[in-house]
């Protein structure tokens, strides 16, 4: 049983900083891309940013570009989310996934494109 465990999250100004952190354990996996996706009360989960391991490519949803950074790990399947000036629309939770499907040419923001989930951390960011 593969389980990704998601850190980091809480409350914050507006203005304010987060370091998110995402960490497998379990059964050994090899993932080619791992991603955050985030969810708001009463939507849809939605692409938030990801990282393919083949090359580092890194692909962010437009409404965040430029406020975060997505990374990897020293460790394998261990991810960091650095969000900057969170902004009270940023409110969510955020969940940390992780992808066994190859490719070199994928965004990886699609949910379905995902294998594992972790239970996702809440980020508030207060006005």
């Known amino acids: 049983q593969v389980q990704l465990v998601e850190s980091g999250g809480g409350l914050v100004q507006a203005g304010g900083s987060l370091r998110l952190s995402c960490a497998a354990s379990g059964r050994t996996f090899s993932s080619y891309a791992m991603g955050w996706f985030r969810q708001a009360p009463g939507k849809e989960r939605e692409f938030v940013a990801s990282?393919?391991?083949?090359?580092?490519?890194?692909y962010y949803a437009d409404s965040v570009k430029g406020r975060f950074t997505i990374s990897r790990g020293s460790a394998k399947n261990t991810l960091s989310l650095q969000m900057n000036s969170l902004k009270p629309e940023d409110t969510a939770v955020y969940y940390c996934?992780?992808?066994?499907?190859?490719?070199?040419?994928?965004?990886?923001?699609?949910?379905?494109?995902?294998?594992?989930w972790g239970q996702g951390t809440q980020v508030t960011v207060s006005s």
């Open positions: 990282i393919r391991w083949t090359g580092g490519s890194t």
């Open positions: 996934a992780a992808s066994v499907l190859f490719s070199t040419t994928s965004y990886y923001t699609r949910a379905t494109q995902y294998d594992y």
